[in-house]
C-alpha cells in the first residue's frame, strides 16, 4: 500500500474503529486541518434511528440494501476523516472530492430542514450523509423527510456524484468488489473489518454465496428479511378504516414492510363496497413479524371459519407483536390468543367480545390496550391511535409524534383516554373496572 493510503487507513482506524467519533461536536463536524469528523451513530440516534440495525436504504426489488445504515453513513465518516486517503489510481473516491461534496449536501440540508432543526439539529449530518450514498438512498430519504414538510429542493449534485463509490453497489476502493460485497464478506469481523477492506483494493475476497442459493443471486435481493412484515389479515366485509388507518401509519416506516393477506390471494370486498388485493394466500405468505387483523361485518363469518382461525394461531406463535382493530379482538378471542391476557374492543359489541371469552380481562375504558406483544384497539378510528402506539413502543415516542405531525394526524397518545368508553359494564363475562 502507497504512504499516503497508509496514512489514511490509519486514521480511519483511530477514528472509527473505537466510540473516538462519539468525542466529535453532536450537532457539526469539527475540523482539524483538513480533516473532518462526523459522528454519524450519534447523530442517526437524535432522529430516533438505530445505526445497528436501521437499514432503510433501498437495494433490489425495493428491499433493504443489506448494510447497516449506521455502517454505510460509517464508510463515508471513515473517508472524511482521512485527509490523505486517494485511492483514484485503483479507480475509488478521493478525501477531497468526497469532502467538497459532504460540505455541499450539508450547506443545502440546512436550508431545507430549517423547519425541523429546532427540533432535530443533528438532521443536517444525517441528510447529508443519506445524499451520499447513492440514488436509491437520496430517494428513500428524501420521500421521508417530504412527508415530514421538508422537500430536499437546494443543490445535492456533488453528493449524488459521490454515489458511484459510497452506494451500496458503489465501489469505495476500485477494487470491482462492490460495497454490498465487502460488507458481507467481512461482517463477522465488525465495522472495522468491513472499512478496511472496503478503503483497501489489496483486500478483495470474495463474498459467498447467500445459503439457500447458488451464490449468482444479487446479494442485495436476498437481504428480505432486514425490514419487519407487517401482514393485514383481511376476510370479506372488513371494515376499511380499520384497515387503512394502521396502514397509512405503518407505510410511512422504513423499518416495516406491510403487506395484505388473505384466504386466497387476490380481490377481497369490504363492508364498505370497496375491494382491495391481497398480496398474499395463507399457504404464500411470509411468516408476519406483526399481524393485524381488522374488524368487519366480515367477523361473523370468520369466527365459524376453521382456516381462518387456525392461521391466526399459527403465524400467532411466531410474531413478534400481534394486533387487532375493533372486532378484529373477538377473532383473536376465538383463536385462543388473548386468553389470561388484558385487550379490548369494539364498546358497541363489547358484551359480544365478552362472551366470545371471558378469561379474557376485556378493558372498557381504552382507546388501545397493549398486553405484552397484543396490541388490541376500539373501534375503526382508534385502530390508528393504536398503529402509532404500536410505533412508539419500538422505535420511541419523538418518532411517532414526528410521523403524526407530518400527516396531520391528532394523536389520542394516552391509550387510557377514551371518549366513547361504556357508561356501563358489559352484561356478561369477566369485567373490568373502567380505567
Not at 428513500?140 to 423527510?145: F, K, P, S, T
Not at 376476510?235 to 384466504?263: C, K, N, R, T
Not at 411466531?318 to 372486532?327: D, G, L, M, N
Request: aromatic fraction near 8%; hydrophobic fraction near 40%.
Amino acid at each position: 500500500m502507497r504512504a499516503a493510503r497508509g496514512v489514511g487507513i490509519a486514521l480511519l482506524l483511530g477514528a472509527v474503529s473505537q466510540p473516538a467519533l462519539a468525542q466529535a461536536s453532536r450537532t457539526r463536524p469539527l475540523t482539524a486541518g483538513t480533516q473532518m469528523v462526523v459522528d454519524f451513530d450519534a447523530a442517526m440516534r437524535g432522529l430516533g434511528f438505530d445505526p445497528v440495525t436501521n437499514d432503510a436504504n433501498r437495494g433490489a426489488s425495493n428491499a433493504p440494501n443489506g448494510i447497516p445504515d449506521g455502517d454505510e453513513l460509517a464508510l463515508l465518516g471513515a473517508v472524511l476523516a482521512s485527509p490523505a486517503m486517494d485511492l483514484r489510481k485503483s479507480g475509488g473516491l478521493h478525501h477531497a472530492d468526497i469532502r467538497a461534496a459532504f460540505e455541499q449536501a450539508r450547506a443545502s440540508a440546512t436550508i431545507d430542514l430549517k423547519a425541523l432543526l429546532s427540533t432535530y439539529p443533528t438532521a443536517v449530518d444525517v441528510t447529508a450523509g443519506y445524499m451520499m450514498l447513492g440514488q436509491a438512498s437520496t430517494e428513500a430519504y428524501g420521500d421521508m423527510v417530504a412527508n415530514f414538510g421538508a422537500p430536499l429542493k437546494a443543490n445535492y449534485s456533488l453528493a449524488l456524484a459521490q454515489g458511484r463509490y459510497l452506494a451500496f453497489d458503489g465501489d469505495a476502493d476500485g477494487d470491482g468488489v462492490p460495497n454490498v460485497d465487502e460488507y458481507r464478506a467481512h461482517k463477522a469481523g465488525g465495522r472495522v473489518a468491513y472499512l478496511r477492506a472496503a478503503l483497501d483494493p489489496k483486500i478483495n475476497k470474495p463474498a459467498p454465496p447467500i445459503v439457500g442459493t447458488s451464490g449468482n443471486e444479487n446479494p442485495a435481493a436476498a437481504q428480505t428479511t432486514a425490514k419487519k412484515t407487517v401482514g393485514v389479515v383481511l376476510y370479506p366485509g372488513f371494515e376499511v378504516l380499520d384497515v387503512f388507518g394502521p396502514v397509512e401509519m405503518w407505510s410511512y416506516v422504513p423499518e416495516f414492510h406491510v403487506i395484505f393477506v388473505a384466504q386466497k390471494a387476490g380481490t377481497v370486498r369490504s363492508a364498505n363496497g370497496v375491494s382491495v388485493v391481497a398480496d398474499y394466500s395463507f399457504e404464500s405468505a411470509p411468516p408476519l413479524d406483526i399481524m393485524m387483523v381488522p374488524g368487519g361485518i366480515g367477523t361473523r363469518t370468520e369466527l365459524q371459519n376453521p382456516q381462518f382461525i387456525e392461521y391466526l394461531r399459527l403465524q400467532h406463535a411466531r410474531t413478534e407483536i400481534t394486533s387487532s382493530v375493533c372486532t378484529g379482538s373477538v377473532l383473536l378471542a376465538k383463536a385462543g390468543i388473548l386468553s389470561g391476557h388484558r385487550a379490548t374492543s369494539n364498546k358497541l359489541y363489547f358484551s359480544w367480545a365478552v362472551d366470545e371469552d371471558p378469561l379474557v380481562d376485556w378493558i372498557v375504558k381504552a382507546r388501545w390496550v397493549e398486553d405484552g406483544k397484543l396490541f388490541t384497539s376500539s373501534g375503526v378510528s382508534a385502530g390508528t391511535d393504536m398503529a402509532l402506539g404500536l410505533i412508539q413502543k419500538l422505535y420511541g415516542l419523538d418518532r411517532a409524534r414526528l410521523l403524526a405531525r407530518s400527516l396531520e394526524y391528532e394523536w389520542h397518545e394516552d391509550p387510557t383516554v377514551d371518549p366513547f368508553a361504556l357508561k356501563a359494564l358489559p352484561s356478561s363475562g369477566k369485567r373490568s373496572p373502567p380505567r
